[in-house]
T-cell receptor, first 118, second 112 residues
Framework: GAVVSQHPSRVICKSGTSVKIECRSL??????MFWYRQFPKKSLMLMAT?????????EQGVEKDKFLINHASLTLSTLTVTSAHPEDSSFYIC??????????????FGPGTRLTVL | EDKVVQSPLSLVVHEGDTVTLNCSYE??????LLWYKQEKKAPTFLFML????IEKKSGRLSSILDKKELFSILNITATQTGDSAVYLC????????????FGKGMKLTVNP
């Protein structure tokens, strides 16, 4: 149990286009989902916290108009990178917290999406 | 600014060796410290430490937290090639916005 999927796993796009990444909790309900990005040889950086049915909370320095997050249901959150540029190329990972979870080890990570912007 | 620092950043050992990974932190609202193992994709959970001085063990892995000195160590004994991975330390902050702050990770390579 406690599986989180991401789609697509890898995407290559042209500069200026928008890319949508989906994060799904497959067998549990997630009231909260988190979006991270990871550059090579760097740590995971939290971009935003997404709560079902409400607006996402963005970390300092993350442009909310560029990285649109929607968490419309208890099993799905989406991250849209708008007008992507080469510097947006990165590994994007989502995690989902089990609705019943009281401890943080019940936060489960998706497999990640490798975005390459040409 | 919340900060998590891991050392060393990379390590190469031979099978059977014992390794110690270090993680120090400076955060304003500490709740717990977590260790993850990251191979090719998503991090997988290893330990969560909330109290000082209580060792957590899982097979050949063990970890302990020192909240006075603000650090944690992760030990791996009798290493195997399958232990090769990036090990991430993260601190969970509490308060209005609960979040994980990650260190840069430590790349461990275990050679046969």
């Amino acid at each position: 149990g406690a599986v989180v999927s991401q789609h697509p796993s890898r995407v290559i796009c042209k500069s200026g286009t928008s890319v949508k990444i989906e994060c799904r909790s497959l067998d549990f309900q997630a009231t909260t989902m988190f979006w991270y990005r990871q550059f090579p040889k760097k740590s995971l950086m939290l971009m935003a916290t997404s709560n079902e049915g409400s607006k996402a909370t963005y970390e300092q320095g993350v442009e909310k108009d560029k990285f649109l997050i929607n968490h419309a249901s208890l099993t799905l959150s989406t991250l849209t990178v708008t007008s992507a540029h080469p510097e947006d190329s990165s590994f994007y990972i989502c995690s989902a917290r089990d609705r019943t979870g009281r401890t943080y080890n019940e936060q489960f990570f998706g497999p990640g999406t490798r975005l390459t912007v040409l | 600014e919340d900060k998590v620092v891991q050392s060393p950043l990379s390590l190469v050992v031979h099978e059977g060796d014992t390794v110690t990974l270090n993680c120090s932190y400076e955060v304003t609202n500490f709740r717990s410290l977590l260790w993850y193992k990251q191979e090719k994709k998503a991090p997988t959970f290893l330990f969560m430490l909330t109290s000082s001085g209580i060792e957590k063990k899982s097979g050949r892995l063990s970890s302990i937290l020192d909240k006075k000195e603000l650090f944690s160590i992760l030990n791996i004994t009798a290493t195997q090639t399958g232990d090769s991975a990036v090990y991430l330390c993260a601190v969970l902050t509490q308060g209005g916005s609960e979040k994980l702050v990650f260190g840069k990770g430590m790349k461990l390579t275990v050679n046969p």
